[in-house]
């Protein structure tokens, strides 16, 4: 147990609806890392938050967006949904000053039908 | 920009095998390398890290890795393989604390009684 909490587990949903996948980091970790983990493009950064704000952007779409709360934990959310948003997504979270290793949520797998 | 490559998609060895899992990486400045290794419907764990000390570093289960700066590589290798070492492994580069990772596109590990 990495400490990293996601939920839900597993979410179904319609094209065209709205999620949000919650995160909640280990104890006294002021980074969250989003990451989409797909058969096609593999495992992806999506977006970074540090200490409530935004640190650092990947392959995020427009479509997509995240926060980090002051009690630490990090919302992704996902509209406009698509047969491609199809994923794992996994947050993970560090001390963020000087840490260097990432410990990882065990995901939450979308399904957009 | 950083990037990982990881030779062979799916290993197959025998149980007691040498395990190696090859990963080379292409950064523009010193990186920091990871091996993490995901069971079925899990999240990543972190195996081991180099971070600029020892070479050749040590992880949990039995693995280790070596960093060779003139191959720019850092193969896993585990002497003996174990039925329980089936998943896939997934090496990863950062250019700096608090960074993202990059990830190769992984190596699934079949192991064979």
């Known amino acids: 147990d990495s400490g990293v909490t996601q939920t839900p587990k597993h979410l179904i949903t319609a094209t065209g609806q709205r999620v949000t996948l919650r995160c909640s980091p280990r104890s006294g970790d002021l980074s969250v890392y989003w990451y989409q983990q797909s058969l096609d493009q593999g495992l992806q950064f999506l977006i970074q938050?540090?200490?409530?704000?935004?640190?650092a952007k990947g392959n995020i779409l427009e479509r997509f967006s995240a926060q980090q709360f002051p009690d630490l934990h990090s919302e992704l959310n996902l509209s406009s949904l698509e047969l491609g948003d199809s994923a794992l997504y996994f947050c993970?979270?560090?001390?963020?000053?000087?840490?260097?290793?990432?410990?990882f949520g065990p995901g939450t797998r979308l399904t957009v039908t | 920009a950083q990037s990982v490559t990881q030779l062979g998609s799916h290993v197959s060895v025998s149980e007691g095998a040498l395990v190696l899992l090859r990963c080379n990486y292409s950064?523009?400045?010193?990186?920091?390398l990871f091996w993490y290794v995901q069971y079925p419907n899990q999240g990543l764990q972190l195996l081991l890290k180099?971070?600029?000390?020892?070479?050749l570093v040590k992880g949990i289960n039995g693995f280790e890795a070596e960093f060779k700066k003139s191959e720019t590589s850092f193969h896993l290798t585990k002497p003996s393989a174990h039925m329980r070492d089936a998943a896939e492994y997934f090496c990863?580069?950062?250019?700096?604390?608090?960074?993202?990772?990059?990830f190769g596109g992984g190596t699934r590990v079949l192991v064979k009684p």
């Open positions: 990863a580069v950062s250019v700096a604390a608090g960074n993202k990772l990059t």
């Open positions: 180099y971070t600029s000390a020892a070479t």
């Open positions: 950064s523009s400045v010193p990186p920091y």
């Open positions: 938050y540090y200490n409530g704000e935004e640190r």
């Open positions: 993970a979270s560090s001390p963020g000053q000087g840490a260097y290793e990432q410990y």
